[in-house]
């Protein structure tokens, strides 16, 4: 039998990285306070080998998942969708209420998104959805799978596969 020529190409680089701001929210009336961490993002594409003995420019996606992680970079991440939060705007300031408690942020330093909660497993899903939106990509390269993973520090992370 013979082997299919397809390889999976892991790209882990120091710079693939967001520094935020979050709290995870663990049931109706508990929540960790706000607090930061410096997430890590990598991926492994699987994707044919063309007749050059080369599947891509890794570059392709590196600069892809760049983009990505700098719309998060230095800012506070809320779970739009959390069912547990009420999300008002307010001028200038998100109105964000947990279980009685209003807090204020400054909406210039605050990215929602629609997630459920601000955790590693919801990020991963977050970040290979907008990577599956590309298409071109996707077509391009013959992308068969990719996994995502998203770190919040060493030992600690979440991952998120798409195949066709």
């Keep these: 039998m013979a082997m299919e020529n397809v390889t999976t190409i892991e790209i882990c680089k120091d710079y693939l990285k967001f520094s935020a701001a979050h709290f995870t929210i ?8 706000l607090h930061g961490h410096n997430f890590t993002v990598n991926i492994a594409v699987t994707v044919p080998v063309g007749a050059s003995g080369m599947s891509f420019s890794y570059k392709e996606i590196k600069k892809r998942i760049k983009v ?6 230095e800012y506070t991440l809320m779970p739009a969708d959390s069912p547990y939060l009420k999300i ?3 001028g200038l300031y998100y109105r964000i209420n947990f279980n009685g408690e209003d807090m204020l942020f400054l909406k210039s330093d605050t990215v929602l998104l629609p ?3 601000t955790t590693v497993e919801e990020f991963s899903r977050y970040l290979l959805a907008r990577l599956v939106e590309d298409k071109d990509f996707l077509e ?3 992308v068969s799978k990719m996994i995502l993973k998203v770190s919040s520090g060493p030992g600690q992370l979440a991952s998120c596969c798409w195949e066709r």
Excluded: A, M, T
């Design 88 to 90: 008002k705007d307010d």
């Design 26 to 33: 663990f049931s109706v009336d508990r929540r960790e306070r």
């Design 115 to 117: 997630i459920r909660n």
């Design 68 to 73: 990505l992680c700098n719309e998060l970079d």
């Design 140 to 142: 391009q390269y013959k």
